[in-house]
């Protein structure tokens, strides 16, 4: 595959796909709407390359994705554009609908037509991936961990409408042979992070030495990934996976929320960066738990090991290290963020607005 469009592409996770197949040398076209957390800066070590472009445009309008395949003739399509945070699916879940639902349909309609125009080698070689999250299996108890063969059972708006994008998805490889593939992934960690997450929100704040929010007790639990490792294993389904499969991506990683926290904060004690042997941890602060909260998620990871041989390569403390050190390195990347979001908590109210 030579040329790829990515949907979703200045984003957290499509970015650091962008950069990658760039800097390899691939023609990426990148077309995102350019939400509060869709982000040029992302974008800017590859963005005076000649095998990249971008497209200003938003997936869920008519003719959007048309046009753009119409520009960049992809030899594969990887499906990222998604609103991602539960937090503001709570408080607002239509944005979520629109995009995650009906840009997926818009996206994978204009797929299937330029899919049924391709004569030959590049009909045969075309793939689109969809990438979803974990978070569609629902909640784990105390053991186990979600495979490809777990029951769908999303607890959050979010959830709910990744989940439903991906039975379209499915539902395009089965009713027309479009030549699909499914990935889920959990919770990715690393450089570029809109701040609303755990990670750079605990980095942020504890750099800055404002108070470190845990939700309820903390103990909820979350299998981490760095983004390096989750673009490695995508571009490995893409070029190894079976059509019409489902792999879920994984680095047998768990941990709970207080406990990324409280390494956050002993790293930043080591980092020492004001010189006064300050203690972060002191800083950690529990809040009202997120409604509906889900109590654990991990992943099994065996299919993608044993049939495509990927393995993740980063291991946890090693990357939330780099990880901290690229947040203190980019401050101006952060200080541009921060008329987009104030850090203030989402996700509180009971229900929808009317």
Known sequence: MTRYLITGGAGFIGSAMVRRLVAEGAEVTVIDKLTYAGNLDNLEPIADQDNYRFIKADIAEDGAMTAAIHACRPDCVVHFAAESHVDRSIDGPEPFIQTNVVGSLRVLQAALAHWQNLDGVAKADFRLLHVSTDEVYGSLGATGAFNEDSPYRPNSPYAASKASADHLARAFHRTYGLPVLVSNCGNN????????????????????????????????????????????????????????????????????????????????????????????????????????????????????????????????????????AWYADNADWCRRLADRYDRRRLGLAAGAPA
């Not at 006064?276 to 990871?301: E, K, N, T, W």
Request: charged share 25%; proline share 5%; with cysteine.
């Open 189 to 324: 960690y690393g450089p570029y992070q809109f701040p609303e997450k755990l990670i750079p929100l605990m980095i942020l704040n504890g750099r800055e030495r404002k108070k470190l929010p845990v939700y309820g007790a903390g103990d909820n639990v979350r299998d981490w990934i760095h983004v390096d490792d989750h673009v490695a294993a995508l571009l490995c389904v893409l070029q190894q996976g079976d059509v019409g499969e489902t792999y879920l991506i994984g680095a047998r990683c768990q941990a709970s929320n207080r406990d990324i926290v409280e390494r956050i904060c002993a790293v930043l004690d080591d980092r020492d960066d004001q010189g006064d042997g300050f203690c972060h941890a002191q800083l950690m602060q529990s809040v009202d738990d997120r409604p509906g909260h889900d109590f654990r998620y991990a992943i099994d990871p065996t299919k993608i090991e044993r049939q495509l041989g990927w393995s993740p390569t980063i291991e946890f403390q090693a990357g939330l290290e780099t990880t901290v």
